[in-house]
């Protein structure tokens, strides 16, 4: 097996290199691909340490995106989709790009052959219509096999489906259609056995009963993870922009509520982060209450830097791949 290898003892921490927008340009029409599809234009982006970068833009379809493959050097690029209201193109393309890399040591921790990439769309929750996401599908397919998609913040399986009928490099479709199916509650799972690990590491055991959590960002991850650890016999906090995703785990588990702002300042064994990156930054890292970070969001780190700041701080953190 072909080996990608960070440093042991070493947290592999992505920062956004120099970027020069708009190297090449190409234009693609919907010809043979469907009805209501439009005109998708296609500008490489030359960033250094990436292999390929590239936004496409549909004006009939709305789409606006980023597709960044870092490596290719274990296999092709593996990465969710990010359909979010980015504030701007900066925003969108510093956070591809942050993911991609995050993928390839995902991808190569795994084993699994493949190398790393991520997509984003600048995309309002009720503007992703079907035809957006053939006009994406398009863009991923543009890239020939280079970059393999699958589900991420603001897309799911049945996206997926649609994606497909324009293009064969989508990852994570529905079971029934002999795909491995939303792959959220596998990813709790996955964290699950990360604290677990950590416990025993820091604690001295990996039984989690009587431990307490604090898990911020209770999605499709982050409340599966939830009910995993309310199981355990763990005393939980749970915190989300969203208030009846909270309000449900409450009701239905009876665990306790913070506000996002507040969470990662509560006094627990094991601080959960499980919604949008860089969670882990100069100004709340003093302020964390925990022993243990142990969560699902993506490049939890802002900066180089807060690897460090949590070391002094006697912290373990359990990095995101």
Do not use: W
């Not at 795994?110 to 994406?136: H, Q």
């Amino acid at each position: 097996m072909r080996q990608l290898l960070v440093p042991h003892g070493t947290v592999a921490v992505v920062s956004v290199p120099s970027i020069t927008r708009c190297e090449e340009h190409a234009t693609m029409n919907a010809e043979g691909v469907g009805d209501g599809l439009g005109e998708l234009v296609v500008d490489a982006v030359s960033v250094d340490g990436y292999e390929r970068v590239i936004r496409g833009e549909d004006a009939r379809t709305g789409l606006v995106a980023y597709i960044a493959v870092h490596s290719t050097a274990l296999g092709p690029a593996l990465g969710g989709a990010r359909f979010y209201p980015f504030a701007d193109e900066d925003a969108a393309l510093t956070d591809v790009l942050r993911l991609a890399k995050g993928m390839t040591y995902k991808s190569a921790v795994a084993g699994n052959d493949l190398g790393g990439g991520k997509s984003v769309a600048i995309v309002e929750p009720d503007a992703k219509t079907p035809e957006l996401l053939r006009s994406f599908g398009r863009l991923v397919d543009s890239l020939a096999g280079g970059y393999i998609t699958a589900a991420d913040v603001g897309t799911n399986s049945d996206d997926l489906v649609v994606v497909r009928e324009v293009t064969p490099y989508v990852g994570g479709l529905p079971r029934s259609l002999g795909g491995s199916g939303d792959p959220s509650p596998m990813t709790a799972v996955g964290v699950h056995q990360a604290m677990r690990a950590a416990a025993a590491h820091r604690l001295g055991s990996d039984d989690l009963a009587g431990l307490s959590f604090v898990v911020v960002g209770v999605g499709k991850v982050g409340h599966t993870l939830v009910e995993l650890l309310v199981a355990d016999g763990g005393d939980v906090t749970v915190a989300d922009v969203d208030e009846a995703a909270v309000s449900a785990l409450v009701s239905a588990y009876g665990v306790s509520a913070v506000s996002p702002a507040e969470a990662h300042a509560q006094r627990c064994d094991v601080f959960a982060p499980c919604a949008l990156g860089a969670a882990l930054s100069s100004e709340t890292i003093p302020q964390l209450g925990c022993q243990i970070v142990v969560g699902a969001a993506n490049n939890q780190l802002a900066t180089p830097e807060c690897a460090r700041l949590l070391a002094e701080r006697g912290i373990l953190y359990v990095p995101d791949y």
